[in-house]
């Protein structure tokens, strides 16, 4: 791959927001079909390469304390080769034995996959769109990609006003940086069946029910 253009800072990017707004995941043998990617100007504002295509079910959503997530995705290159180090990071409040049932299950999983929207915009004044990227597949691993639980710091703290809660991390590897999504959150509960875009919906509506895209 050369370069083919260079990039232009503008006055919303200074302003841009930082942090996760909301997290799924998914475990790999859900993705049930095919995977595809934009082209640039399909649909309008694409830039070429981002997910327009990922058919998957049973995503869950996991809900996580204000301000506490985001990703690192850290780059290094050795004997040509690039290898990007992924990491996913959400603090989940409170210890209750609910919340530690979704944490075993995390432990015991076999290759997640993430969507996550950020707080950050596409600066579009009359209907700003927040980016979403997908972490865990790759154009060069595929599905090989994906991301395992690496650690989940619980305390309960000391004192009365100390933190009680756990901080979970999902780590992975990529061989490019991770990808945007370009995703349409739907109320509906079967597929609306938009071009080009990757819908995502709830059969049955509800934060802990299953999502589904395609």
Partial sequence: MALTKGHAIICC????????KRIWLVEQQHLTGAV??????????AAGGEFNVFTADDWYEFEFDRGTAGFNANATRENGSTLV???LEFYIPKITEE???RLRELTESCGVFALVETYADDCDAADPETYFFILGY???????????FSSG??????????????LVKLAGVHAEYPREALVLIS????????ANVIDLYQASSGVTNAWTTD
């Fill in 36 to 45: 595809g990617y934009a082209t640039a100007g399909t649909p309008t504002g």
């Fill in 85 to 87: 180090n992924i990491e």
């Fill in 187 to 194: 109320a509906a509960n079967s597929s609306p069946g938009t």
């Fill in 138 to 148: 790759d154009k060069v691993f595929e599905s090989k990609a994906y991301m395992e």
């Fill in 153 to 166: 710091e619980q305390t309960t703290g000391m004192g009365l006003q100390d933190a009680n809660g756990t």
């Fill in 13 to 20: 990017d200074r302003n841009r927001r930082g942090g996760l």
């Fill in 99 to 101: 919340i530690n049932a």
